[in-house]
């Protein structure tokens, strides 16, 4: 952690500032300590680098595991492709000007795939997550440092006072939560005025109640996780294969067996080798089939949110054919 962070951080819930004991320093980073608050005293440790926020992976225990176990496979420095890269620009529209120098959080951030993105382009990274898939994110981009600062920590209950953050994004992770529409609310709360957000969600629509792994999803996020992920190894030596073809069908029948097989396999991944290919279908497969939580949006549910935190429609778009994509901007005098 650096110490200016701490011109960031709050106490959760009180927003109370926080004062920093230091124990181990190497360099600017303070690699083990404790921030304690100034109006509860409640302690809050830094380990390995990292404050913590929260003490346990709890309802996240999946992300931890699966982000651990595959933490290179969608880091673009380490795949040799640039599919996160695009990804983070056509959700957030943001170019390397507007994020230079800035503040920015990433809600959920995993392995760090679209922090190294942002910090990439000159910003200033608060990578947060829930669960221990922020210690794999502080090892794939160490060198970051100072550039890139960790917290485990909640998106529902977030260390930054209101109107804290130049830049938040989250991309792909509020469906994984107990309560999407109150991750919305919060984390706008947490944007300054005339600050901007880029949120993605999974979209919900009639056939979503339909897709194979809703189906089966009941059972497998029940499972002991360890099973699941040798389970998933074992079959996709078949699996990986048959749906490489299935997928392939024209006449959007490839779309019809996508949707009735829930093997992620990824036939447009043209920068991949097989082999990235096959890594990313076992991630993928488990990071769909594992969650404790899996809650998509409708794009109105969605709408309903951003009114509701004080985000009027002419102040954000949807970017991307992902209809629950939003990129916008919180206007002065509007909470």
Not at 43 to 58: E, N, P, Q
Request: with cysteine.
């Amino acid at each position: 952690m650096n110490p200016k962070l701490l011109e960031l951080l709050r106490e959760p819930t009180t927003f109370a500032e926080l004062e920093l004991y230091p124990e181990v320093v190497e360099g600017e980073e303070v690699i083990e300590g404790r921030l304690v608050s100034r109006e509860t005293g409640k302690t809050y440790l830094i380990r390995d680098g990292i404050v913590r926020f929260v003490g346990t992976d709890g309802y996240t225990d999946s992300f931890g595991m699966q982000w651990n176990r595959f933490s290179k496979v969608q880091l673009d420095s380490a795949n040799g492709a640039d599919y996160s890269k695009l990804r983070f620009e056509q959700e957030s529209t943001w170019s390397d000007a507007d994020l230079r120098d800035q503040w920015i959080l990433d809600a959920g951030c995993g392995c760090g795939r679209f922090a190294e993105v942002a910090a990439a382009k000159g910003a200033r990274v608060i990578a947060l997550d829930y669960s221990s898939a922020v210690d794999a994110a502080r090892r794939n981009l160490k060198d970051r440092f100072p550039d890139v600062q960790y917290i485990q920590g909640d998106i529902l209950n977030l260390p930054f006072a209101p109107d804290a953050l130049p830049f938040v994004y989250s991309i792909g992770v509020l469906q994984h939560t107990p309560d999407p529409r109150q991750c919305v609310l919060e984390l706008i709360k947490r944007v300054k005025p005339d600050g901007r957000f880029c949120l993605t969600i999974y979209p919900r629509k009639w056939t979503t109640r339909f897709f194979s792994k809703y189906l089966i999803r009941p059972v497998t996020k029940r499972m002991p996780q360890k099973l699941l992920l040798k389970m998933i190894e074992f079959s996709m030596p078949v699996l990986f294969p048959l749906t490489d073809v299935l997928f392939r069908l024209p006449l959007g029948i490839g779309k019809v067996f996508s949707f009735m097989i829930p093997v992620a396999t990824y036939i447009n991944r043209d920068q991949f080798t097989r082999k990235q290919r096959y890594e990313e279908a076992v991630l993928d497969t488990f990071d769909m089939l594992s969650p404790t939580f899996d809650q998509p949006m409708r794009a109105s549910e969605l709408r309903s949110a951003l009114h509701d935190a004080g985000i009027c429609q002419e102040d954000y778009k949807y970017p991307t054919s992902i209809i629950c994509n939003v990129t916008g901007q919180k206007r002065t005098g509007k909470s």
